[in-house]
T-cell receptor, first 109, second 112 residues
């Protein structure tokens, strides 16, 4: 099956700093999504982005499908951004997603 | 977006018993998905549940251990059968809406 690698595994930021999270995948994808799991365990969908660039407030994401990677940018980080960020993909365009191991982000005041 | 209600939110169970987790969605959906998140780990798909047909299980998961019901387009249950401590995990249901996957708040299961 398709492999998903996320980097870095852990990231500590000072409040106000910017960051870039990376997701590499082993095969072509028709579905790629980014999620944030907050410290209470709730999973929030951030982006559906199998290709191209999207922005939502301080967050933006870019997927370069031909080079098999996606990036999630967080600008002016806040403590509420803390948690684990997951990238999930599917090659068939379904919603039976394969998740990466995540990037654990800690934003300190 | 879809609103998903999942219950129970947490439970502590004895080994050898079974627990049924319920998932209710506020709109009709074709497919519902059940995921498992073991402590400190990522999410793994258990099965896909379609209304009116048997669930499709991923490699490593079997119907006898994780029976699923899907009686209508807004509801599904997952049962964790004959539990052992290795089944201690968070179990999550999810649905697709407007190209995005949405998750319930999860059921944190601890097996003693």
């Amino acid at each position: 099956g398709i492999q998903v690698e996320q980097s870095p595994p852990d990231l500590i930021l000072q409040e106000g700093a910017n960051s870039t999270l990376r997701c590499n995948f082993s095969d072509s994808v028709n579905n790629l999504q980014w999620f944030h799991q907050n410290p209470w365990g709730q999973l929030i969908n951030l982006f559906y982005i199998p290709s191209g660039t999207k922005q939502n407030g301080r967050l933006s994401a870019t997927t370069v499908a031909t080079e098999r990677y996606s990036l999630l940018y967080i600008s002016s980080s806040q403590t509420t951004d803390s948690g684990v960020y997951f990238c999930a993909v599917d090659g068939a365009g379904s919603y039976q997603l394969t998740f990466g191991k995540g990037t654990k982000l800690s934003v300190i005041p | 977006s879809a609103v998903i209600s999942q219950k129970p939110s947490r439970d502590i169970c004895q080994r050898g018993t079974s627990l049924t987790i319920q998932c209710q969605v506020d709109s009709q959906v074709t497919m519902m998905f059940w995921y498992r998140q073991q402590p400190g780990q990522s999410l793994t798909l258990i099965a896909t549940a379609n209304q009116g047909s048997e669930a499709t299980y991923e490699s490593g998961f079997v119907i006898d251990k994780f029976p699923i019901s899907r009686p209508n387009l807004t509801f599904s249950t997952l049962t964790v059968s004959n539990m052992s401590p290795e089944d201690s995990s968070i179990y999550l249901c999810s649905v697709e809406s407007n190209e995005k996957l949405f998750f319930g708040s999860g059921t944190q299961l601890s097996v003693l």
